[in-house]
Structure formats: structure tokens, C-alpha cells
């Protein structure tokens, strides 16, 4: 049996009903709110008034063409012929009728027509439907899920068009002109029905709330679908069954586990469900199995399925498309071979109704543009609108609080500051927790002995050392730091004295708010972007990863040149895989001549591998001055101290320096790399090995297979506050180099190192 095709508008109506994301679901936030807006009058618009717009732009150019035509053909009536022949046809004189028509054919044909035209306003149903369809295919080759670009087409007579000004090179990509936002999930509507004709259930998966990070800010943790405690809705044959979208709580993360949660939530809820609604017959249909799985199961499954996607937001909606339609006509409507064809009454007849059928397309297309243009208007303010500053913090060091408002003055603060257990456990987790042994002893006055390690620093100008230790706003309450600022101001300019600023937000968002005071003004900007390796790939909905990654970098370089002094420098680090990219939206944004240098880092000597077989170890570092201001880049001399650094060399004579082989600072716990927390077997001679060990899938941990004897020590990557950190270095990493470990007792403690290669200059990795 042939499967029913819809009529050319009804596709039209179910196209504008994706591009206006009306399948999104009803959520209140984000671009969900704005997909909503206007939601009212553009459906209006789908539903009632797409045909009768249609109609009126064509009873509009037919009434001009109606207009035309009796002007026409009250001229046509002054000629002598054609009044002959009308007083001949009143008179039903055939003699005299059948001599002018034969004579005067083209005469009288013309005549006929152009009375025809004035008479008749009717407008042919395949006209209207050529308008549809033409509708429907424009706006999907340039939307896609929200977005509008140049998608991929095939065929060889398939047309694009490039912006092109004559430029010995250009530059262009399919997210050129748009807002990079972020990776998010779409939320879509859900929603099916019993596959039993006789009981006909149609159910909804809906979602009462949704946690989702605003702008592009990385999440703290992964989100989840959990069945919400909204009980589900059975009324007039639809059932409704609420969700949430949200992290976990610590008593589901420890039901779920932690493989497979979203799978392990879905049969949970399955589970509940078949509970509350067992006494409901019109849903027993969900608990059929099929393959093992139930018809429920299947269907949360689906629902659940991870949809992430890069999205943007278009900096000229209405512009692009203006200029795309303005293209699609001049490409797909018009016949050029109409201009070279011979010159008939019907070869005019029909120019004239392609050309009005062009004007009415153009026309509903144009009223389409503009309700998209309005909502992606709205949505870039938005966007490019200065967001509010949620909170400010501010970190001072003792001997700075000191040294402005005296021992004295300081003293109620710092008592305070001794009373914050959460400020005492960050201290004992950046400087150890050997400088306080017993908090319930320590007094001010134990801040100012002298310290034990030098870095901590020295004030030379009293016989005292004091202790660097930072206090951190943030651990307190707001009492507390306008207490502290009200007091440092009334001895310092403190915006002046400050030396350093870290915002935490959305890059684009951080870089804007930083041009009032800055613009111009900064001397050095480092950005180390994604690489858009298999690591950290872009996955755009439609494949275009390397165009998404293009406008990532183009719209924070270009917010990033604004703040670069006229002597300023840019140094982007990359590797191979969007280098290219990165040096031609560096020339577009700067110049070639701006760009002064690629520098090569090796920075895995023993390379990574490929699937191609090579071993990569390098990045490199791009270095382009804001103006033709900079000449050349100067080196800076190496203190006694860095010389003394570098100073060991091994037998064959390379230079090298001990790190601990302990890692920390970001990503540096065993939750975030599992597979680099495991023992380490101490050797005589201050030598290293590796036990014998198979890695648990399962249990995410490596798991001993040989016993060990007495004599031999184990030790784990833990800080000396006891958490639980991470090796440097991978497990094969380890046992193809032993030789390059040594373990040594520091503080009663034994830390392990591994040798660092560096060239003669004492500041690159050689090998």
C-alpha cells in the first residue's frame, strides 16, 4: 500500500513547526524562554494566516495585473481594427467577421488575451503550491535544529555562495557571522502512543525542572533524567509522567553506582511507575516485554538518549537570509534561458507568471524572515548584554593586612579569621598541615614566627618573617569582608594595591567585561584554547566541528584584540590539528605581517600515538603583537637562581631537573583520572617498580595480583593531607622508564620524582 504524501502545504507547516522549535519542550529558561516568545502570533501565523497571506500577495499583483490589462485594453479598443471587428460581432455580421479574423489574427488574439486578464483574478492552486514548496526548500538548506547555516548539499547542481569583496584570499566558514554559545542538551518533546488501535493511550514524557549551566561555563557535574515526585497525570486518554533534569543526589549516586546511571535511573523509574499505575488498565501496554524489555523501558531509553550539540546564535539573522534568498531566486527561480528564447505571446505570458510567483514567494519568505529575525534579535541581546556580577571576593595576605592597618588594628580581624575552620583547612591544604600541629594552640603571635620554608618570604626591613598565608573573603560572611574593606580603604587605594584579578565565567562574557577598564591596556594575552582533538572534540549536530571550533576562537579573539595594548602580544598554543584554522582567522583578525612566529614545544618526549602510526610530540605556540608597534621580541636573562636549577646533568651528560611525580592542582584527584591512582613499589637504592597489578573495569581500580613481602613499601599518590591524589604519570608510562624514578624521605614523608629533561637554556623539555 502507497504511503499518503502531504500536500505541499501541510510540509510547509510541519517544516515551520521544527524551525520554530515548537517540539522544544515548555521550560522557562534560556533560549527555551525565548524560543516561547511571540510563541502565540507565529503560530497564529502557521496555522491561519500562511494561505491567506499567500493569497492576498497574489490577488494584490493580479489586481495590478487587472489594472494594467484594462488600460491596455482600452487602448487596444481605440483601433480601427479591432472596432470594426466589435461592431461586427454586435452586429453578428459573419462575412465581415470572418474577413478580419483572418486578416488581422495576431490583432484580435492580442485583443482576447489582454481582455481575458483584465476579467479574471483567479489564482491556480498549482501556483500556490509552487510557493510552498519553494518556501520549504529554501529554509532547510540553512536550518538545522535551531541554527542557521549552509548546510552540506550534494549534487552537481547544487549552488553556494560566498562573500567575497576581491581579497587575494578569503577566508570563510559555514558558523562564519555567528555567536559560539556552548555544548548543551536539547530538551524535546516526548511523546507516543499505544500501539493497540482499540485502546488508544498517548503518552507524554515531560520535564518540571531542568539544572543547566548558563552561558559557557563548564559543569561541576553531569546531569541526569530522574522520575520526578510529581505524580503522573491520566486524563482523557493521555498520560503524562514527569522528570527532572539535575545531578544527582549523594543517596541516588550510591543506588545507580557508577556505571551505566542514566540506564540504571530509567529501570528505577520503570520500576515505580509499573507501581503507581498497575491499577490502570489503559497503561498495562507499558509492562509488555519485547526482546527482554519492556515497552516502558524502550521508550525512557529513547527519551534519555544524551543530545548534546554545539549551538549559536546568528549575528545578522536577517541579513544572511536576505542575501540567501536574494541568491536562491536569482539561482533556482529564474530562467536565464528565458531571456534568449523566441519572443511569443505565450513566452511572455508565462515570464509573467514566473516573475509572479517570485514576488509573492519573496514576500512570504520575507514576512518568515523577519518573525526568525526578531527572535534571534532578541536572543544575541541577550547574549551580548554585560551580565550582573554575582559575586566579588577578595584575598589578602597576612602580612599585606598587617603591614597597612598595624598589628594593632589587624588584630580583631585576624582573631576571626583563626575562628574559620573553613579558612584553617584551606590553609593546611595549600601549605601542609605541619605548619599548624595543634589548632587549639594557635594564636596570632604563631603567624609571625619565622617560617620554615624560604618561599613563604622575608621582610628585611624588620627582624621577622611572615607567613604568607592568604585570607580569602569568600569563607566569610558579608559583615565580615565590608568590615575588612572599609578599613583597607581608609588606609589604601585598593583597587590600586591590588595585583592581581581572577574572574570566574564564561570566557566571552569575562573578556567584555574586562574592556571598560582595560581596553588598550594589556600587555601580554595567553589563550590556550581546545584543540579539537578526539580529547576535546566539538561535536556539532551536523558534523562541522572545524567550523564550530572557528567561531569559538574568532569570537574571543576578536573581543581579546580590543583589550591588547598598542605593544601588546597574543601567544596561542595549538597542535596540528587546527593550526591552519587558528593562523587564517589569526590574519583575518590581525595581518600576516602581525603574526611573527610559530614556535615548536615539545611537549611529550615520548610522543603520542596515533592511529596512523606516528608519534606526536609537539605543540606549537603562535605569537602575534596587536600593531605594527612591536618589532621583535626580547629574551629575558635567567637569575642565579634558575641557573643553579639546572644544574644536574645525567651520565650522558643532558641537563634535568627532579619534579615530584605527584600531581596537583586542577584534575589532579583520583575521581578525575582513576586509571593514574595506584601503588608504587619502593626499591633499595632509592629505586622504583610496579607491582603486579590488573586494571577493575567494574570498580574502576587497579587491583594487586602477587603478594608482597615485608621488606617492600607501597606508596600511593596521596597529599600529605591525606587525600587521595593522582600520579603525573600513567601505569605503562612508569614501568617503561623506571630508571628515570627515585623516591626519597622529605618530612618524615616519602615523595617520589621523576627526572625532567631540559635543553642547555634550562626551560624546554629535550627528550
Known amino acids: 500500500m502507497s504511503k499518503l504524501v502531504k500536500a505541499p502545504l501541510d510540509q510547509l507547516k510541519d517544516f515551520l513547526n521544527k524551525l520554530f522549535q515548537f517540539e522544544s519542550q515548555d521550560l522557562d529558561f534560556g533560549v527555551y524562554k525565548i524560543l516561547h516568545y511571540k510563541r502565540k502570533e ?94 520549504t526548500l529554501f529554509f532547510s538548506r540553512y536550518y538545522d535544529k535551531g541554527d542557521f547555516i549552509s548546510k552540506r548539499r550534494f549534487g552537481k547542481n547544487e549552488k553556494y555562495v560566498v562573500p567575497y569583496n576581491g581579497e587575494e584570499t578569503h577566508f570563510y566558514w559555514a558558523n562564519h557571522d555567528q555567536y559560539y554559545i556552548k555544548s548543551s542538551e536539547h530538551f524535546q518533546k516526548y511523546s507516543f502512543t499505544s500501539p493497540k488501535p482499540s485502546d488508544p493511550l498517548k503518552v507524554h514524557f515531560k520535564l518540571t525542572e531542568a539544572q543547566v549551566e548558563q552561558g559557557n561555563v563548564k559543569e561541576d557535574e553531569n546531569k541526569y533524567f530522574v522520575l520526578s515526585e510529581k505524580e503522573p497525570e491520566l486524563e482523557n486518554n493521555e498520560l503524562s509522567i514527569f522528570f527532572e533534569y539535575r545531578a544527582l543526589t549523594e543517596d541516588e549516586k550510591k543506588e545507580v553506582g557508577t556505571q551505566n546511571k542514566q540506564e540504571k535511573l530509567n529501570e528505577s523509574a520503570s520500576v515505580k511507575l509499573q507501581k503507581k499505575l498497575s491499577k490502570k488498565p489503559a497503561a498495562a501496554f507499558l509492562w509488555e516485554k519485547k526482546d527482554d524489555e519492556t515497552y516502558l523501558l524502550k521508550k525512557l531509553n529513547h527519551y534519555t538518549r544524551k543530545n548534546n550539540y554545539d549551538f ?219 584543540y579539537n582533538t578526539s580529547a576535546s572534540e566539538i561535536n556539532y549536530k551536523n558534523g562541522f566541528k572545524d567550523s564550530s571550533w572557528c567561531s569559538l576562537i574568532e569570537n574571543r579573539i576578536e573581543v581579546g584584540k580590543l583589550l591588547g595594548a598598542e605593544d601588546g602580544m597574543h601567544c596561542i598554543t595549538i597542535d596540528d590539528v587546527e593550526l591552519k584554522n587558528l593562523k587564517q582567522i589569526l590574519e583575518e583578525q590581525f595581518s600576516k605581517d602581525l603574526i611573527h612566529a610559530t614556535v615548536v614545544i615539545r611537549n611529550n618526549p615520548s610522543g603520542r600515538s596515533t592511529v596512523t602510526g606516528f608519534s606526536i610530540n609537539h605543540e606549537y605556540a603562535l605569537f602575534v603583537s596587536n600593531t605594527d608597534k612591536v618589532k621583535e621580541v626580547g629574551k629575558l636573562p635567567h637569575t642565579e637562581e634558575q641557573k643553579k636549577r639546572y644544574t644536574e646533568r645525567d651520565k650522558n651528560g643532558k641537563m634535568f631537573e627532579w619534579e615530584n611525580l605527584r600531581r596537583n592542582g586542577p584534575e589532579s584527584n583520583r575521581e578525575d583520572r582513576p586509571k593514574q591512582y595506584f601503588p608504587i613499589l619502593l626499591k633499595n637504592d632509592n629505586k622504583i617498580a610496579l607491582p603486579k597489578m590488573e586494571w577493575n573495569e567494574t570498580k574502576e581500580i587497579w587491583e594487586i595480583t602477587t603478594k608482597q613481602t615485608d621488606k617492600e613499601k607501597l606508596i600511593y599518590p596521596l597529599h600529605p593531607n591525606g587525600k587521595e591524589k593522582v600520579w603525573r604519570y600513567s601505569h605503562d608510562n612508569i614501568e617503561n622508564e623506571p630508571d628515570r624514578f627515585k623516591w626519597e624521605i622529605v618530612n618524615d614523608r616519602v615523595e617520589i620524582y621523576r627526572k625532567k629533561y631540559l635543553n642547555e637554556e634550562g626551560l624546554l623539555p629535550r627528550t
Open 42 to 135: 507565529i503560530k497564529k501565523f502557521i496555522d491561519e494566516l500562511l494561505v491567506d497571506k499567500v493569497k492576498e500577495e497574489l490577488t494584490i499583483l493580479t489586481e495590478e495585473e487587472v489594472k494594467k490589462a484594462k488600460k491596455e485594453l482600452k487602448e487596444l479598443e481605440e483601433n480601427s481594427v479591432i472596432k470594426e471587428w466589435l461592431k461586427a460581432k454586435k452586429e453578428k455580421d459573419k462575412e465581415t467577421l470572418e474577413f478580419l479574423e483572418k486578416k488581422f489574427e495576431k490583432d484580435i488574439e492580442l485583443y482576447n488575451e489582454t481582455k481575458a486578464a483584465a476579467e479574471s483574478a483567479d489564482v491556480s492552486i498549482e501556483t500556490q503550491n509552487q510557493i510552498y514548496n519553494h518556501l
Open 312 to 530: 549559536f546564535i546568528h549575528k545578522n539573522l536577517k541579513g544572511f537570509l536576505g542575501r540567501e534568498l536574494d541568491f536562491y531566486i536569482k539561482s533556482e527561480l529564474i530562467n536565464v534561458d528565458d531571456l534568449y528564447v523566441q519572443e511569443t505571446e505565450t513566452h511572455f505570458s508565462r515570464v509573467k507568471h514566473n516573475l509572479k510567483s517570485i514576488k509573492v514567494f519573496k514576500n512570504v519568505a520575507d514576512t518568515i524572515i523577519e518573525f526568525l529575525a526578531q527572535i534571534e534579535d532578541f536572543q544575541k541581546k541577550l547574549w551580548e548584554k554585560k551580565k550582573f556580577v554575582l559575586s566579588t571576593e577578595w584575598i589578602i595576605t597576612i602580612d599585606k593586612l598587617t603591614g597597612w592597618l598595624g598589628e594593632k588594628e589587624a588584630e580583631p580581624i585576624l582573631k576571626e579569621v583563626l575562628k574559620n575552620k573553613i579558612q584553617l583547612e584551606e590553609w593546611k591544604e595549600l601549605f601542609g598541615e605541619e605548619i599548624f600541629e595543634d589548632w587549639k594552640k594557635l594564636k596570632i603571635d604563631n603567624l609571625y614566627t619565622i617560617a620554615e620554608q624560604g618561599e613563604l618570604g622575608k621582610d628585611d626591613s624588620e627582624e621577622k618573617v611572615w607567613k604568607k598565608l592568604p585570607v580569602d573573603t569568600v569563607h566569610f560572611d558579608d559583615d565580615f569582608k565590608w568590615n575588612l574593606l572599609n578599613k583597607l580603604s581608609d588606609k589604601i587605594d585598593i583597587e590600586e594595591n591590588s595585583d592581581g584579578l581572577v574572574i570566574h565565567s564564561d570566557n566571552f562574557y569575562g573578556l567584555k567585561l574586562l574592556y571598560d577598564k582595560y581596553n588598550s591596556r594589556i600587555k601580554s594575552i595567553y589563550l590556550d584554547p581546545p
